[in-house]
């Protein structure tokens, strides 16, 4: 299947205990729903896991995987981030977008300059943050991703229109 109609939900962090337990970190909405979206993807699709919370644990879940018994296995998964098909992912209502629809979109100011382009989006507590590579060269500019500095997001022209705060370009 086409990575791009799989949506990241997940990462193993490590293993948790001696019988394959696993911490995860969970990237949906609402924490608990990543086993709500069985099979989970590694992200070449190799892979597949059906996913049971046991527990919570410090910036995650404890987890038992299916197929993963042993310490050594999950030890091997440290780092694997986890898929599910976009299908199985509820619609999201007309001012929300999944972080993977953003990466990629074209940044315009409302002047029509092409600013940039999303390389990620980034959230450090407070809300998200564009972080967009800019059309001249140089470092990385970290956009808020609010009402007032991304008016726009037309993910069917793929392009971003931002009023930015001056001299943040």
Known sequence: MNNDARICV????????????VRLKSFTATPEDIERYNPLYSEDGQQSFSVSLIGQTKNGFTARLSGV?????????RGVRLFVDRDRLPGLPDDEYYHADLIGLEVYDTGGTLLGRVENVLNHGASDLLE???????????????????????????????DPPDGLF
């Open 69 to 77: 018994q042993t310490k050594e296995q999950a030890d091997a998964l």
């Open 10 to 21: 997940g990462a193993i962090a490590g293993a948790f205990g001696v019988r394959g337990e």
């Open 132 to 162: 967009i590579k800019p059309a001249t060269p140089g470092d990385t500019i970290l956009l808020p991703f609010t009402v007032a500095a991304v008016p726009t997001v037309d993910l069917t022209a793929a392009r971003i229109v931002a």
